[in-house]
């Protein structure tokens, strides 16, 4: 008889469909879990965890495919914890609920549970403090998973119950001990050249799940795959990298980090990065401008110049023209000396004027339009230094009430020595004056 999808009843017939090689090699203990050895070591967090059966609620941080899941369920298994499995991405309040009313009854039985939420970090703040109370009295045992940085996606509130561990990205050498367990698993070598498999490992970008997807299909040929032949059967993966969220942020300070250092090829490098992942050429544009006025300054003037005309012209030309002359102001900015002098200067003088208030200019600077203001002294005794024999009359222009004040220290680099022997010229010739 068969049923309304027209399958047959008889056991004979049914044949447990076939397992993704990525699902097959899951581990089952974390002796097997490779790349994460910081935490399932000897010692380490998650070890002193399994051994004490004392679980803890932690939040695991990582990319995708570094084995979030497989730790959740490791965990579970070997504490004796109900588990359960929520996706943040298709539950809601209700689905919420559900599961924390039936743990609430596990747990007068005398039996706890282990609550794993994927992308918990896609549950909106009102969502995440439902966990609050079931987390704080012990109702369950949370683990959430997220690619996101907690710090700017949980709850303060909800962090402050949980542990929170990170996970690396799979190292080559972990990448490597997978492909060796897939050929174990298949009982015959990847069908590939040693260029090819390298290729496969570069490609995952430390994904272990996508590398082990990769090797399925590769096992699937009839013949050993080339690099070439190797691209043209798996295409290309976009890149690990989402402009509006934490690899955004992370691949922008490196960018700066690297101009900072005068590092053009690392530079270069997350450049290159950030475009492949979609990133825009402005925003990366509208940073390099702020470089040359936070980094450099006045050490070297055309920095900021070179910066605006890199604009202007991606601008005109658009990608990928414009990006070369982006790439030129990057080279530029990386190899120009570094200030903060004007960086600094600013700081302190908007420290200093918040803390003086509404001081009135000293009256010699001053306009006096009217007869009145002539009168009281506006602008009296006021000299046009351009008149003067070395431009420079030595006046004081701060309030009276605060006397001179110093802001701006010039680095001894490039122009900004030139401005330094300036400063001390004009020093000398207002003690002269004075």
């Known amino acids: 008889m068969s049923d309304l999808f027209g399958a047959h009843n008889n056991n004979d017939t049914l044949k447990e469909l ?12 974390l002796d097997d879990v490779t790349g994460q050895e910081h935490l399932t070591a000897e010692g380490m967090p998650l ?52 599961v924390f009313e039936a743990a609430k009854i596990r747990r007068q039985k005398g039996q706890q549970t282990l609550l794993f ?13 439902a ?3 079931v987390v704080e009295d012990g109702t369950i045992i949370l683990i959430g998973a997220t690619t996101e940085n907690p710090s700017f996606e949980l709850n303060a509130a909800l962090l402050s119950r949980c542990q929170v561990l990170v996970l690396k990205r799979l ?26 498999r390298e290729m496969l490992k570069t490609m995952a970008d430390g994904d272990g799940r996508y590398a082990l997807s990769l090797a399925e299909k590769v096992f699937s040929q009839d013949k050993k795959l080339d690099a ?13 990298y989402d402009k509006s969220n934490d690899g955004h942020y992370n691949l922008i300070s490196a960018l700066h980090k690297s101009v900072r250092g005068s590092d053009p090829d690392a530079a ?18 509208r940073r390099m401008t702020r470089m040359a006025v936070e980094d450099i300054g006045l050490a070297d003037p055309q920095a900021l110049p070179q910066c605006i005309a890199a604009w202007e012209a991606y601008e005109r030309l658009g990608s990928p023209e414009g990006e070369l002359a982006l790439a030129q102001a990057l080279i530029y900015l990386a190899t120009a000396p570094k200030s903060i002098g004007v960086y600094r200067a600013y700081g302190t003088a908007k420290k200093a004027a918040k803390e003086t208030g509404s001081l009135m200019p000293p009256k010699h600077i001053l306009n006096a339009p009217t007869k009145l203001m002539k009168d009281t002294g506006y602008s009296d005794g006021y000299i046009y230094d351009p008149d003067t024999a070395e431009s420079f009359s030595g006046q004081d222009y701060f309030p009276e009430e605060t006397g001179r004040l110093s802001f701006y220290h010039p680095a001894q680099r490039r122009f900004e020595r030139d401005i330094q ?6 020093k000398k010739l207002r003690a002269e004056k004075t």
């Open 18 to 29: 076939p397992r993704p090689l990525p699902d097959r090699l899951r581990p089952h203990n």
């Open 47 to 98: 070890w002193q965890m399994a051994h004490s059966k004392k679980i803890s609620s932690m939040i695991l941080w990582g990319p995708p495919g570094c084995g979030k899941t497989t730790l959740a369920r490791i965990i579970s298994e070997t504490s004796g914890l109900h588990f359960e499995q929520l996706s943040a991405i298709f539950a809601g309040v209700k689905d919420l609920k559900a």
């Open 117 to 129: 939420v994927d992308e918990i970090h896609r549950f909106m703040k009102s969502q995440q403090d």
């Open 131 to 133: 966990f609050l109370p």
């Open 171 to 196: 190292s080559d050498y972990a990448l490597e001990t997978l492909l060796d367990r897939a050929e174990k698993e298949e009982g015959r070598t990847l069908p590939l050249t040693d260029q090819a």
């Open 228 to 240: 070439e032949q190797f691209m043209t059967m798996a295409q290309r993966r976009a890149p690990l």
């Open 268 to 285: 270069l490098y997350w450049f290159s990065r950030m475009l492949a992942g979609g990133e825009d050429a402005r925003f990366i544009a």
């Open 421 to 426: 022997k300036r400063l001390e010229y004009w």
